[in-house]
């Protein structure tokens, strides 16, 4: 496990410039999907997949760096957030080992514990920046799933905490204030109803299961508190 946090480097080709002047504004982090951090980290480093991320964390909590910071790997792919496209050119990608069907452990959790902190700092974003492969791109991926703890982040401020509010019903519990509070909330609305309910039952609702109900408001609506 890293204790002291500097990561190995291990340099991937696949990357390029930041576009149009943009720094980091996000941190979008994805699972590998692959049968270990070895594996992830060579298909990471091949310049015949055309992929890469800035960290790879293995499930014992090593930490590698691939690309630098200043610097756009390629991780995110088609999709936004907060309204805004080309999510490679405002943010950092962490992938962590893992295949998406266990939950994360705890070495690999405290590891970007201090990572995430870090980044934070020097770039200035916010917890609200800190986003899910699944977040920006609907529909098309679904990483880091529903074994994810984010509620564990948000307890220490490292992303964003389900919005409350009072004890009340939102005006309507039907599709166009969901699409809207979503849209709201940084999804983006291209996104068919379908693939933006699953997004932000990842987030926040990895358990939910059904049609679209009146406790898939409450973590997007600011002035309403459902259970």
Same mark, same amino acid.
């Given at each position: 496990?890293?204790?002291?946090?500097?990561?190995?480097?291990h340099?991937s080709?696949?990357?390029?410039?930041r576009r149009?002047?943009?720094?980091?504004?996000?941190?979008?982090?994805?699972?590998? &999907?692959?049968?270990?951090a070895?594996?992830?980290? /060579?298909?990471?480093?091949? @310049?015949a997949?055309e992929?890469?991320?800035?960290?790879?964390?293995g499930?014992?909590?090593?930490? *590698?760096?691939?690309?630098?910071?200043?610097? $756009? #790997? *390629?991780?995110?792919? &088609?999709?936004a957030?907060a309204? #805004?496209?080309?999510?490679?050119?405002r943010?950092i990608?962490i992938e962590l080992?893992?295949?998406?069907?266990?939950?994360f452990?705890? @070495?690999q959790?405290?590891?970007?514990?201090?990572?995430?902190?870090?980044?934070?700092?020097?770039?200035?974003i916010?917890p609200?920046?800190?986003?899910g =492969?699944?977040?920006?791109a609907?529909?098309? %991926?679904?990483?880091?799933?529903?074994?994810?703890?984010? !509620?564990?982040? /948000?307890?220490?401020?490292?992303? /964003?905490? @389900? $919005? %409350?509010?009072v004890?009340? +019903?939102?005006? !309507? !519990?039907?599709? @166009?204030?969901?699409r #809207?509070? &979503?849209t709201?909330?940084?999804?983006t609305a291209? !996104?068919?109803? #379908?693939?933006l309910?699953?997004?932000? $039952?990842?987030? =926040?609702?990895?358990? &939910?299961q059904? +049609?679209?109900?009146? /406790?898939?408001f409450?973590?997007?609506?600011?002035?309403h508190?459902?259970?």
């Open positions: 496990m890293t204790t002291d946090l500097s990561p190995i480097w340099p080709p696949n990357f390029g410039a149009d002047g943009l720094t980091p504004s996000l941190v979008v982090l994805h699972y590998t &999907a692959m049968d270990s070895a594996a992830a980290l /060579a298909r990471l480093c091949d @310049p997949f992929v890469s991320a800035h960290y790879l964390i499930a014992d909590g090593t930490l *590698w760096q691939m690309v630098a910071e200043d610097q $756009r #790997a *390629w991780h995110a792919g &088609a999709g957030w309204g #805004a496209g080309d999510v490679n050119s943010s990608g080992d893992n295949r998406g069907d266990h939950p452990s705890n @070495p959790m405290a590891t970007l514990e201090q990572l995430l902190p870090q980044i934070l700092q020097r770039w200035d916010a609200e920046g800190v986003i =492969h699944s977040d920006m609907p529909g098309r %991926k679904i990483d880091p799933g529903p074994r994810f703890d984010w !509620a564990r982040l /948000a307890a220490q401020g490292l992303a /964003a905490s @389900p $919005r %409350k509010g004890n009340n +019903p939102p005006p !309507a !519990a039907d599709w @166009p204030t969901f #809207a509070l &979503a709201r909330a940084g999804y291209a !996104a068919d109803d #379908a693939s309910l699953t997004a932000v $039952r990842l987030r =926040h609702r990895p358990w &939910a059904g +049609p679209l109900s009146p /406790a898939d409450a973590p997007l609506c600011p002035d508190h459902l259970s």
